[in-house]
């Protein structure tokens, strides 16, 4: 079931303003991506495990930029005209957006393990582990993405064009949405919620600890300063009641 048809002749004319932005957004992506990969290759004192799921996220970034905004671009005027290139193309977007989308979820159990429990991280998220769960994500991000491609499509259209929403079957769209941006757009909202309940918590912790500390300082400096003032006035009693005894027995 497509979700819309096209009465248009292929291939359509670009729009300006459509194309423009996603050159743009491409360019910037790739440069950018580019940048944080060459980081990470050429500077071993960033290669920590949290930099790992940034690299995934990178990774697919930049075949978005490279891959799937072309895929766009191509197929906002009805190219290419070969069914099976056609949702071979449209997969391999689904799939790239899916496992940029999985990776900043990665991102996100990451940050929060490493806040809920800072004493185990270490020893908890080592690197083979976080390799796994990038593996996981991209194993997910294709079996999602390739699904147009296994059949789950809206079939051949009526005349050869390739155009995203006539290939793409509605409920798989439907699929797709809740899957991929609602339910780990609302997990990771939950979760920075809660990291930043425990920062917050963990802030008002250290605060308060340092008003304590402050407190015992000021009283031990102030019982000192009484001892100081103490000693120093038995010593002036001391004295003048000698010099005073003194006084009373050369006088006796």
Known sequence: MPCTTFNVTVPTELHKLYTSVEVVCAVISFVGNLLVLIAFTRYRR???????????????????????????????????????????????????CTGSILSLVAVTVDRFWAVVRPLTYAVDMTSRRALIVIACCWTTATLIGL????????????????????????????????????????????????????????????????????????????????????????????????QTWYNVSFDC
């Open 46 to 96: 960033i290669r920590s495990v949290t930099n790992y799921y940034i690299i995934s996220l990178a990774v697919a970034d930049l075949l978005v930029a490279l891959v799937g905004i072309p895929s766009a671009l191509a197929t906002s005027v009805g190219l290419p005209r070969h069914f099976r290139l056609c949702l071979l193309m449209n997969s391999i977007l689904m799939l790239l």
């Open 147 to 242: 699904l147009p491609a296994a059949g789950w499509n809206a079939g051949p259209p009526l005349e050869p064009r390739c155009f995203f929403m006539e290939l793409m079957d509605f409920r798989y769209l439907v699929f797709i949405y809740f899957a991929t941006i609602v339910a780990p757009s609302l997990f990771m909202a939950v979760v920075y919620v809660i990291i930043f309940k425990v920062v917050r918590r963990q802030v008002t912790l250290i605060t308060l600890s340092a008003t304590q500390s402050m407190f015992a300082a000021a009283v031990s400096f102030s019982v000192s300063v009484c001892q100081s003032v103490c000693s120093q006035l038995f010593t002036k009693l001391s004295i003048t009641f000698r």
